[in-house]
């Protein structure tokens, strides 16, 4: 098992610039989380989905952010246009129902 | 969702003391999960407490779920470098319930 796979790795973009972070879940998972994380604000679930629908999005910071997930092993957060206050590790985690989250190895993103 | 506090922040310790960190929450709570994060790495799990009063050990790791199921501790016994990271607790209700990591306790050892 592959387990939860995130790309790219490291993102480095400029203000205004759309920027796609991908992750493609564990197979056989039904939940799929996305995180960011800084130091000031610790861990943030974004927003999660169950069977590829968005079930809780409040996490979202606002407009700029969006997530889809367009079949069972794949999905995207887009943030469009990107600021440098974006600028953290995004991670995808993915789990059964009530099991535990396994993570990818994380998106760095820098926004100059 | 169910939310719990974790304390302290930060702990530096010198190599070979022992180590806490504690949940805590207002309501009852029906497991707590315990995860590390390793220093440019993700967070990996390490256990699942659910019943009132369980312990748990994994090698120099105690953890232990209040018998009113409102609190938990993670215990490190002679730490050791390898022990660096930040450890965070949660709670996993149906769905993703709870499930909020917040800054977790930053592990320092200084050898």
């Known amino acids: 098992d592959a387990g939860v796979i995130q790309s790219p790795r490291h993102e480095v973009t400029e203000m205004g610039q759309e920027v796609t972070l991908r992750c493609k879940p564990i197979s056989g998972h039904d939940y799929l989380f996305w995180y960011r994380q800084t130091m000031m604000r610790g861990l943030e679930l974004l927003i999660y989905?169950?069977?590829?629908?968005?079930?809780?999005d409040s996490g979202m910071p606002e407009d700029r952010f969006s997530a889809k997930m367009p079949n069972a092993s794949f999905s995207t957060l887009k943030i469009q246009p990107s600021e440098p206050r974006d600028s953290a590790v995004y991670f995808c985690?993915?789990?059964?129902?009530?099991?535990?989250?396994?993570f990818g190895s994380g998106t760095q993103l820098s926004v100059l | 969702g169910q939310q719990v506090m974790q304390i302290p922040q930060y702990q530096h310790v010198q190599e070979g003391e022992d180590f806490t960190t504690y949940c805590n929450s207002s309501t009852t709570l029906s497991n707590i999960q315990w995860y590390k994060q390793r220093p440019g790495g993700h967070p990996v799990f390490l256990i699942q407490l659910v019943k009132s009063g369980e312990v748990k050990k994994q090698k120099r790791l105690t953890f232990q779920f209040g018998e009113a199921k409102k609190n938990s501790s993670l215990h490190i016994t002679a730490t050791q470098t390898t022990d660096v990271g930040t450890y965070f607790c949660t709670t996993r209700g149906g769905g993703a319930d709870g499930l909020t990591f917040g800054k977790g306790t930053h592990l320092i050892i200084q050898p």
């Open positions: 989905f169950n069977n590829n629908v968005p079930i809780d």
């Open positions: 985690a993915s789990s059964s129902v009530a099991e535990k989250l396994f």
